[in-house]
């Protein structure tokens, strides 16, 4: 009998480690992925959630469970804040209308990204650039 215990806790120990080990390639793949995906958002191309999520075939939901799992950031708002840094440099180090700016960044209607650019820099978008 203590034999066939022994036996039955080596087994088990063994599947614990082999548990261990697929949760931390788990965790070092998910890392991996959110990684990438900071990278495509720092990138200064537009993307959408949709789009990201796409690109890392990945549902919506799932991508923004992931990101904010490794991260403690909701990444919606990580993606609206690096748009409007973006919006930002591109009033301070360019002549491009506010409506190209906007469409630039990712939004389609100019009033949406003017009523952001105010909640995020206290201030228009217009006002901001004669500040510089």
Same mark, same amino acid.
């Given at each position: 009998?203590?034999?066939?215990?022994?036996?039955?806790?080596?087994?088990?120990?063994?599947?614990?480690?082999?548990?261990?080990?697929?949760? %931390?390639?788990?965790t070092?793949?998910?890392?991996?992925?959110v990684?990438k995906?900071?990278?495509?958002?720092?990138?200064?191309?537009?993307?959408? +959630?949709?789009?990201?999520?796409?690109?890392?075939?990945?549902?919506?939901?799932?991508?923004?469970?992931l990101?904010?799992?490794?991260?403690? +950031?909701c990444?919606?708002?990580?993606?609206?804040?690096?748009?409007?840094?973006?919006a930002?440099? +591109?009033?301070k180090?360019?002549?491009?209308?506010?409506?190209?700016? %906007?469409?630039e960044i990712?939004?389609?209607?100019?009033?949406?990204?003017?009523?952001?650019?105010?909640?995020?820099?206290?201030?228009?978008?217009? %006002?901001?650039? +004669?500040?510089?």
């Amino acid at each position: 009998m203590i034999r066939t215990a022994g036996a039955g806790w080596s087994a088990t120990r063994k599947s614990i480690q082999s548990s261990a080990t697929t949760v %931390a390639t788990q965790t070092n793949l998910q890392r991996e992925r959110v990684n990438k995906v900071l990278e495509a958002i720092a990138s200064g191309r537009s993307y959408s +959630l949709e789009r990201l999520a796409s690109e890392f075939n990945l549902s919506k939901s799932h991508l923004q469970h992931l990101f904010k799992h490794e991260t403690g +950031l909701c990444l919606g708002h990580m993606m609206i804040e690096q748009r409007l840094d973006r919006a930002a440099q +591109l009033l301070k180090g360019t002549n491009m209308r506010i409506k190209e700016i %906007a469409n630039e960044i990712g939004y389609e209607h100019t009033s949406s990204f003017i009523r952001a650019f105010e909640r995020r820099f206290a201030q228009a978008p217009k %006002a901001y650039r +004669l500040r510089r």
